[in-house]
Every structure is written in structure tokens, then in C-alpha cells.
Nanobody, 126 residues
Framework: VQLQASGGGLVQPGGSLRLSCAAS????????MGWYRQAPGKQRELVAVLTSGGSTSYADSVKGQFTISRDIRDNAKNTVYLQMHSLKPEDTAVYYC??????????????????WGQGTQVTVSS
């Protein structure tokens, strides 16, 4: 199983970026996918989460600024996005994808409740 995050980069204050996280491998079903971030010298913090039922939750600091969504197309349904608008220097961090899912093969499924992908750097600077 792999979580592939992409879309980070350098953006000016007030700009936008869209991060993608694609889950691949022997995944049976996904309970939840989300984004966390870690700024230099700070602890990793939750940014946004999307459940399989479509519920979302956000950190107070990004409400109204970031939107988490998923790709509903059958061939990409294990992909979530984080659309970020009005970016500020304090949004600078490494953003990590996280997932809670069932994986394995028919008749033998295992739950992985806290799987991390590699991070993608977001830098907001003029």
C-alpha cells in the first residue's frame, strides 16, 4: 500500500495550491483520509479529514480557507485533494497524507488505522 502525495510548491501569499493524495495497493476500503502538516519546530497537526461517508472536519485555523474533497470517479476513488486558497506564510509546512483503511486479499483483510504517506512541502513566501 502506498499513499502518494503531490502538489506542493512555492506560492506567494494570497495564492492557491491543490494537494493530491492517491492511495494504491491492495486496499479493500478506506474509512478516512486526511491531511496533516508540520511546520519547522512545531508538532504535526491535523488540517482536514474526510470520511468514507463524506463527513469533513477542519482545523479552526483553515476553516473557510481549505477544502478537502475526493475523486468520485471509479478509477480514482482512492484520491483525496486539499484545495488551499488565500495562503499565508504561516501555512508553510510539510503536508502529510494520512489514511485509515482495510487492506489485504479476499478473506483476509487487515485494518491499518494510521498510515502515513510521504510529505509534500508547501512554502508561502514573497
Amino acid at each position: 500500500v502506498q499513499l502518494q502525495a503531490s502538489g506542493g510548491g512555492l506560492v506567494q501569499p494570497g495564492g492557491s495550491l491543490r494537494l493530491s493524495c492517491a492511495a494504491s495497493g491492495s486496499i479493500f476500503s478506506i474509512n478516512r483520509m486526511g491531511w496533516y502538516r508540520q511546520a519547522p519546530g512545531k508538532q504535526r497537526e491535523l488540517v482536514a479529514v474526510l470520511t468514507s461517508g463524506g463527513s469533513t472536519s477542519y482545523a479552526d485555523s483553515v476553516k473557510g480557507q481549505f477544502t478537502i474533497s475526493r475523486d468520485i470517479r471509479d478509477n480514482a476513488k482512492n484520491t483525496v485533494y486539499l484545495q488551499m486558497h488565500s495562503l499565508k506564510p504561516e501555512d508553510t509546512a510539510v503536508y502529510y497524507c494520512n489514511a485509515d483503511f482495510w487492506y489485504g486479499s479476499s478473506g483476509k483483510w487487515t485494518r491499518e488505522p494510521n498510515y502515513w504517506g510521504q510529505g509534500t512541502q508547501v512554502t508561502v513566501s514573497s
